[in-house]
């Protein structure tokens, strides 16, 4: 089982894989605003962006990943999965896009959830189960 399959399958579960990834996007300042920000800052602002607005979501790469959310975010992350940091970067890589498209229908924040900060997003193990299909 890959590294996503377990974010997921705990996820669906309830488990802490779906926490730890809502502490990681949570514990970016600013909430969706601060996330976005940062990729603009990457130079990845359009990537981001369409992950946002209606359309394809483009892809990001692991490497891409490591550009925008600090290492110390990144290896909490993988901390807290028990993996390698470059392991959680390329499966940030291939979730992240889902994630934010999935809590940003008609490109706005889904019901308010992300208010303040994407800590406290209620219903991430639904969302991150149904990705799983």
């Known amino acids: 089982m890959g590294l996503l399959d377990s974010i997921l399958g705990a996820a669906g579960g309830g488990g802490g894989a779906a926490g730890a990834l809502g502490e990681l996007l949570g514990a970016q300042e600013g909430g969706l605003g601060g996330l976005i920000g940062a990729f603009e800052k990457s130079g990845l602002g359009g990537v981001a962006a369409s992950w946002v607005g209606k359309g394809e979501n483009l ?3 692991a490497e891409q990943i490591e550009t925008v959310l600090s290492s110390g975010m990144i290896a909490d992350f993988a901390a807290k999965l028990g993996v390698d940091p470059k392991q959680a970067a390329g499966t940030l890589a291939q979730i992240l896009p889902q994630v934010i498209d999935q809590l940003t229908p008609d490109g706005h924040a889904q019901g308010g959830a992300l208010g303040g900060g ?6 991430l193990g639904d969302l991150l189960g149904k990705l799983r299909g």
Not at 118 to 123: D, I, N
């Open 118 to 123: 994407l800590g406290g997003l209620g219903g």
């Open 59 to 61: 892809p990001i790469s």
